[in-house]
């Protein structure tokens, strides 16, 4: 997969073009994503994926810091690699940008620079300067401009049509299983470990505590889960805490997440690591004191790894 970062030297055949955000690239996205490949084949020509980054509501919107992402741009980068897609652009997002009306963008960006032979979008594509660009718009534009559009239906699942906010609200919830059949893939997080207060080695529980890679990552709810971890190559099992302690992080909605890699003593201080998030245990909740917490971490550490064999 190549990956543009501008246009100006970009070369690619018959290309067969998709535009958003994918913030999750969860199952309706990967739709287009069998479409555009399956269109390419068709005319021997190459997907693109053309989004941006920053996120457009950084740039745009006076409530940016409530911006919560599936994703972050190299968690996507990698998704759209193994998707096995041909040009990811991913185009910088200023002001200037987003005030290119559509006609603009359909003309400047996908005829002129691109060369687009067909498109293909989500039932709900809305695009450029106040959202204007919608499905009826583009008919217009790919009669003008002598590109084929499709539009996919939105892919619905137990009576609910998938989005990115569904899948959002099931995360926030901890709502781990629901958010993860939506994705076709599991929820990660990526971070580094920092420097914690070593109260869960006191109890035999240690714990690394982690710092997400993008402050605009989601966490998910408050609460203790099975999760898989991966570092140097390496593949764990654990039990991970989400809880709050404002004054010891920087990770959305000051949310502190502490793993528990089982049967692991060595020092990770300061490792990149990645979480994959299987299931939610239990909620969080106050223990009377020291001996009954160690007691439920016991309860806990059985019930993950029954959830994580049973995954393996």
Same mark, same amino acid.
């Given at each position: 997969?190549?990956?543009?970062?501008?246009?100006?030297?970009?070369?690619?055949?018959?290309?067969? =073009?998709?535009?958003?955000?994918?913030?999750?690239?969860?199952?309706?996205?990967?739709?287009?994503?069998?479409?555009?490949?399956?269109?390419?084949?068709?005319?021997?020509?190459?997907?693109?994926?053309?989004? %941006?980054?920053?996120?457009?509501?950084?740039?745009?919107?006076?409530?940016?810091?409530?911006?919560?992402?599936?994703?972050?741009?190299?968690?996507?980068?990698?998704?759209?690699?193994?998707?096995?897609?041909?040009?990811?652009?991913?185009?910088?997002?200023?002001?200037?940008?987003?005030?290119?009306?559509?006609?603009?963008? =359909?003309?400047?960006?996908?005829?002129?620079?691109?060369?687009?032979?067909?498109?293909?979008?989500?039932?709900?594509?809305?695009?450029?300067?106040?959202?204007?660009?919608?499905?009826?718009?583009?008919?217009?534009?790919?009669?003008?401009?002598?590109?084929?559009?499709?539009?996919?239906?939105?892919?619905?699942?137990?009576?609910?049509?998938?989005?990115?906010?569904?899948?959002?609200?099931?995360?926030?919830?901890?709502?781990?299983?629901?958010?993860?059949?939506?994705?076709?893939?599991?929820?990660?997080?990526?971070?580094?470990?920092?420097?914690?207060?070593?109260?869960?080695?006191?109890?035999?529980?240690?714990?690394?505590?982690?710092?997400?890679?993008?402050?605009?990552?989601?966490?998910?709810?408050?609460? =203790?889960?099975?999760?898989?971890?991966?570092?140097?190559?390496?593949?764990?099992?654990?039990?991970?805490?989400?809880?709050?302690?404002?004054?010891?992080?920087?990770?959305?909605?000051?949310?502190?997440?502490?793993?528990?890699?089982?049967?692991?003593?060595?020092?990770?201080?300061?490792?990149?690591?990645?979480?994959?998030?299987?299931?939610?245990?239990?909620?969080?909740?106050? %223990?009377?004191?020291?001996?009954?917490?160690?007691?439920?971490?016991?309860?806990?550490?059985?019930?993950?790894?029954?959830?994580?064999?049973?995954?393996?």
């Amino acid at each position: 997969m190549k990956i543009h970062h501008s246009l100006d030297n970009f070369d690619a055949r018959s290309t067969v =073009v998709t535009i958003g955000t994918f913030d999750g690239l969860h199952k309706g996205h990967q739709l287009i994503l069998k479409k555009l490949k399956n269109l390419a084949a068709e005319i021997g020509g190459e997907t693109v994926v053309f989004t %941006f980054y920053p996120h457009p509501r950084i740039v745009t919107a006076s409530d940016a810091s409530s911006l919560r992402l599936l994703t972050t741009k190299n968690e996507k980068t990698e998704l759209f690699r193994k998707a096995g897609i041909d040009h990811l652009v991913i185009y910088p997002f200023d002001k200037a940008f987003a005030s290119l009306s559509y006609a603009e963008f =359909v003309k400047e960006i996908l005829v002129d620079k691109i060369r687009t032979k067909c498109l293909v979008v989500g039932y709900d594509h809305k695009f450029g300067k106040n959202r204007e660009g919608g499905f009826e718009y583009l008919k217009t534009c790919a009669d003008k401009y002598n590109f084929r559009i499709e539009k996919l239906d939105a892919l619905s699942v137990e009576g609910e049509n998938i989005s990115s906010t569904l899948i959002r609200a099931a995360l926030q919830s901890g709502d781990i299983l629901k958010a993860n059949h939506y994705f076709g893939h599991q929820f990660t997080l990526h971070g580094t470990v920092v420097e914690g207060k070593q109260l869960g080695r006191k109890m035999g529980f240690p714990t690394a505590n982690i710092e997400a890679s993008d402050k605009y990552k989601i966490i998910p709810g408050y609460g =203790v889960y099975a999760v898989t971890v991966e570092f140097d190559g390496r593949k764990l099992k654990g039990m991970l805490n989400i809880g709050t302690r404002p004054t010891f992080n920087k990770n959305a909605d000051n949310r502190s997440i502490e793993v528990n890699i089982f049967d692991f003593s060595e020092d990770i201080y300061r490792k990149k690591i990645t979480i994959n998030f299987v299931a939610k245990i239990r909620d969080e909740k106050k %223990f009377p004191g020291i001996e009954a917490l160690v007691e439920q971490l016991k309860k806990d550490r059985k019930n993950a790894l029954e959830i994580l064999d049973t995954n393996d």
